[in-house]
């Protein structure tokens, strides 16, 4: 399958993702937009040889999936797609430091290595917010709660018709592609020639598209206003689940939990 | 080459989102006073022919591994810099969301690198200056190579200045930049050629889409807010990257001292005014000596000249908190002249 292909599926997947139903799924996007920005910035202003007190921010993603019936699999193979770009930026540090910062026994470990988990934890954390966020909000609930929250209405008009006009472009440009390849007889990769007319069929088909939705949003009765029906409601279980959220992330941050777990549990064996 | 949450520190991603969300702000406004209302659904329409494009790879002549399409440049002559930032903005945004294809936080600096260098850089300041009015094929071509490798020049030393300010990767500044500048010449070079094949395209196929787009923006562009920004980004570089370059070696103040009294600075009196005004000074100055107070030093190679260039957070934020505090006194400055000359005038 080629990599448009591949494309065109996993984006109708998230799509299909959010539109299941759940406590969480039902949840104002605002409330889950804000809680994911504020776990973001907590794991990442973390010093760059954190480890143990990154691990209790696994908190959040698990619960999430658990309380919105998100099946595991799909995060662990997006997870595993990104992990060679992860490694790629955070393989530097070991060589790079090599100050050796703890020991135990007899291993000596450098603070590079340190660094480079933490970079990976961090990693892992922050694109795991991102996606149960999308999977649980459909991607125009993030939209129209980033326009109740004061983003420029333009841009916000400019991501939902991009959504809405992605999939009937990866569909063409597929069937450009496909076509391409079926007539390509020792079938070498496309060369930049090919690639330019290609393209650029596709962009004067698309121009001739935007022409004619232009033309239809007018029959329909466009005149410049566009207006947005949004049924949010913030209540009381959106006021807890924001406030409740941030008050952990906020411990968490604060003091090192698994340091303390560790300790308390050591004190009981002894 | 999209930055990743991981390697960034709060205060630079968030830095970068106020600068993404303010230029999203004017280029919005921008778009909306266009009379024009078939730009909405282009802007819409071509975002996603970027993505769809993006997609499609193409074997590089003479490596064999294959390339995809960046797209700023393409969007900027077709749309015009507000609009082509604000769909570019939209394609890297979906990307992060669904593709997780650098992080949420680090969307901020993947959207200005990525969207404002191209398109209020490289389009206004390059291509226009060398196509002009009357596109011709060797035009374009020169336009669209020169014009896609001085916008991926630019993102990929933002990158580097982004990653090294917030001090998670270990990767040493001189490697870093000659790593990222020479791999992004390279893909500079077939961004341009890729963007120069599908102008000429459009060029052959339909040459009154290209002509429309050129004579369709007021050539008022260059407005105070331009101008300011691009005053405020040069001062955030010079402050901040340009000032590991500053010499360690004494000044000719100092040297001439030195040379004089034996001594770079003159001794201060223990006692009196000075002495109460230099306690105020010290215990006022976090930033002393322009470094960060060390608690504990790292011991290194003592005495004689630092290492140079002198990376280090503590420069590279006094230079930043330097530039901010001079344009504040500056901008204050002004308007209270402002004030006075028009209550002059009256």
Same mark, same amino acid.
């Given at each position: 399958?080629?990599?448009?292909?591949?494309?065109?599926?996993?984006?109708?997947?998230?799509?299909?993702? &959010?539109? !299941?139903?759940?406590?969480?799924? !039902?949840?104002?996007?605002?409330?889950?937009?804000?809680?994911?920005? %504020?776990?973001?910035?907590?794991?990442?202003?973390?010093?760059?040889?954190?480890?143990?007190?990154?691990?209790?921010?696994?908190?959040?993603?698990?619960?999430?999936?658990?309380?919105?019936?998100?099946?595991?699999?799909?995060?662990?193979?997006?997870?595993?797609?990104?992990?060679?770009?992860?490694?790629?930026?955070?393989?530097?540090?070991?060589?790079?430091?090599?100050?050796?910062?703890?020991?135990?026994?007899?291993?000596?470990?450098?603070?590079?290595?340190?660094?480079?988990?933490?970079?990976?934890?961090?990693?892992?954390?922050?694109?795991?917010?991102?996606?149960?966020?999308?999977?649980?909000?459909?991607?125009?609930?993030?939209?129209?709660?980033?326009?109740?929250?004061? &983003?420029?209405? %333009?841009?916000?008009?400019? #991501?939902?018709?991009?959504?809405?006009?992605?999939?009937?472009?990866?569909?063409?440009?597929?069937?450009?592609?496909?076509?391409?390849?079926?007539?390509?007889?020792?079938?070498?990769?496309?060369?930049?020639?090919?690639?330019?007319?290609?393209?650029?069929?596709?962009?004067?088909?698309?121009?001739?598209? &935007?022409?004619?939705?232009?033309? &239809?949003?007018?029959? !329909?009765?466009?005149?410049?206003?566009?207006?947005?029906?949004?049924?949010?409601?913030?209540?009381?279980?959106?006021?807890?689940?924001?406030?409740?959220?941030?008050? %952990?992330?906020?411990?968490? !941050?604060?003091?090192?939990?698994?340091?303390? #777990?560790?300790?308390?549990?050591?004190?009981? %064996?002894? | 080459?999209?930055?990743?949450?991981?390697?960034? +520190?709060?205060?630079?991603?968030?830095?970068?989102?106020?600068?993404?969300?303010?230029?999203?702000?004017?280029?919005?406004? =921008?778009?909306?006073?266009?009379?024009?209302?078939?730009?909405?659904?282009?802007?819409?329409?071509?975002?996603?022919?970027?993505?769809?494009?993006?997609?499609?790879?193409?074997?590089?002549?003479?490596?064999?591994?294959?390339?995809?399409?960046?797209?700023?440049?393409?969007?900027?002559?077709?749309?015009?810099?507000?609009?082509?930032?604000?769909?570019?903005?939209?394609?890297?945004?979906? =990307?992060?969301?669904?593709?997780?294809? *650098?992080?949420?936080?680090?969307?901020?600096?993947?959207?200005?690198?990525?969207?404002?260098?191209?398109?209020?850089?490289?389009?206004?300041?390059?291509?226009?200056?060398?196509?002009?009015?009357?596109?011709?094929?060797?035009?374009?071509?020169?336009?669209?190579?020169?014009?896609?490798?001085?916008?991926?020049?630019? *993102?990929?030393?933002?990158?580097?200045?982004?990653?090294?300010?917030?001090?998670?990767?270990?990767?040493?500044?001189?490697?870093?930049?000659?790593?990222?500048?020479?791999?992004?010449?390279?893909?500079?070079?077939?961004?341009?050629?890729?963007?120069?094949?599908?102008?000429?395209?459009?060029?052959?196929?339909?040459?009154?889409?290209? =002509?429309?787009?050129?004579?369709?923006?007021?050539?008022?562009?260059?407005?105070?807010?331009?101008?300011?920004?691009?005053?405020?980004?040069?001062?955030?570089?010079?402050?901040?990257?340009?000032?590991?370059?500053?010499?360690?070696?004494?000044?000719?103040?100092?040297?001439?001292? +030195?040379?004089?009294? *034996?001594?770079?600075?003159?001794?201060?009196?223990?006692?009196?005014? =000075?002495?109460?005004?230099?306690?105020?000074?010290?215990?006022?100055?976090?930033?002393?000596?322009?470094?960060?107070?060390?608690?504990?030093?790292?011991?290194?190679?003592?005495?004689?000249?630092?290492?140079?260039?002198?990376?280090?957070? *503590?420069?590279?934020?006094?230079?930043?908190?330097?530039?901010?505090?001079?344009?504040?006194?500056?901008?204050?400055?002004?308007?209270?002249?402002?004030?006075?000359?028009?209550?002059?005038?009256?």
């Amino acid at each position: 399958m080629s990599r448009i292909e591949t494309a065109f599926f996993e984006i109708g997947s998230l799509d299909t993702l &959010a539109n !299941r139903d759940s406590f969480i799924h !039902r949840l104002d996007p605002r409330a889950k937009l804000v809680t994911t920005l %504020v776990y973001i910035l907590c794991v990442v202003s973390f010093d760059k040889y954190q480890l143990s007190a990154l691990l209790p921010f696994l908190v959040f993603p698990v619960v999430l999936l658990a309380a919105g019936h998100l099946p595991v699999n799909f995060l662990l193979n997006k997870l595993l797609i990104i992990a060679p770009f992860a490694i790629l930026i955070g393989i530097f540090n070991p060589l790079f430091d090599r100050q050796i910062v703890i020991h135990i026994g007899s291993l000596d470990i450098s603070g590079g290595w340190l660094s480079f988990i933490s970079i990976l934890l961090k990693f892992t954390l922050t694109i795991s917010a991102a996606l149960i966020l999308i999977a649980t909000t459909s991607f125009s609930g993030v939209c129209l709660a980033l326009e109740k929250l004061g &983003a420029p209405r %333009v841009f916000v008009l400019q #991501l939902l018709f991009l959504h809405r006009y992605l999939f009937v472009l990866v569909d063409e440009g597929a069937r450009l592609v496909r076509a391409r390849a079926l007539r390509s007889f020792n079938g070498k990769g496309t060369g930049m020639t090919v690639y330019g007319q290609l393209v650029g069929q596709l962009l004067l088909r698309t121009i001739d598209r &935007a022409q004619r939705i232009h033309q &239809a949003m007018c029959c !329909r009765g466009f005149s410049g206003e566009i207006h947005l029906l949004r049924s949010f409601s913030f209540g009381i279980r959106e006021i807890f689940f924001t406030f409740g959220w941030c008050t %952990v992330f906020i411990f968490l !941050r604060a003091g090192n939990v698994s340091q303390v #777990l560790g300790k308390v549990l050591l004190e009981l %064996v002894r | 080459m999209h930055m990743a949450d991981a390697l960034l +520190s709060p205060a630079v991603g968030g830095t970068m989102w106020a600068a993404t969300a303010g230029t999203i702000a004017y280029c919005s406004r =921008q778009v909306k006073k266009e009379p024009d209302d078939s730009r909405v659904p282009l802007m819409g329409v071509l975002a996603a022919f970027i993505f769809a494009a993006q997609m499609i790879n193409f074997t590089i002549p003479g490596t064999g591994s294959s390339g995809h399409l960046g797209g700023g440049m393409i969007l900027a002559i077709l749309l015009g810099p507000e609009a082509a930032f604000l769909a570019m903005a939209s394609v890297l945004t979906v =990307q992060a969301l669904f593709f997780a294809d *650098g992080g949420l936080l680090a969307l901020g600096c993947n959207i200005f690198n990525l969207g404002f260098f191209p398109c209020f850089i490289g389009y206004p300041l390059i291509y226009r200056k060398i196509v002009g009015a009357s596109p011709s094929e060797k035009r374009i071509f020169s336009a669209a190579l020169i014009s896609a490798l001085i916008g991926l020049q630019l *993102g990929a030393f933002g990158v580097v200045l982004e990653t090294v300010t917030s001090g998670i990767s270990e990767l040493p500044f001189k490697t870093f930049v000659l790593l990222m500048q020479s791999i992004h010449l390279a893909i500079g070079t077939v961004e341009g050629l890729v963007t120069a094949a599908v102008v000429l395209f459009v060029l052959k196929a339909r040459p009154e889409i290209l =002509q429309y787009a050129a004579t369709d923006h007021t050539y008022g562009w260059l407005s105070m807010n331009k101008v300011l920004t691009g005053l405020l980004v040069a001062t955030l570089v010079t402050g901040g990257a340009l000032s590991w370059f500053a010499s360690t070696r004494p000044d000719g103040l100092e040297w001439a001292l +030195s040379e004089v009294t *034996g001594r770079q600075e003159v001794a201060a009196p223990g006692h009196g005014i =000075q002495a109460l005004l230099a306690g105020i000074q010290n215990k006022s100055a976090f930033l002393s000596g322009y470094e960060f107070a060390q608690a504990e030093k790292v011991s290194g190679p003592e005495g004689g000249a630092e290492d140079w260039p002198a990376v280090d957070a *503590g420069t590279t934020v006094s230079g930043m908190v330097g530039g901010f505090i001079t344009l504040a006194l500056a901008a204050a400055i002004g308007l209270l002249l402002k004030r006075r000359t028009r209550i002059e005038a009256t």
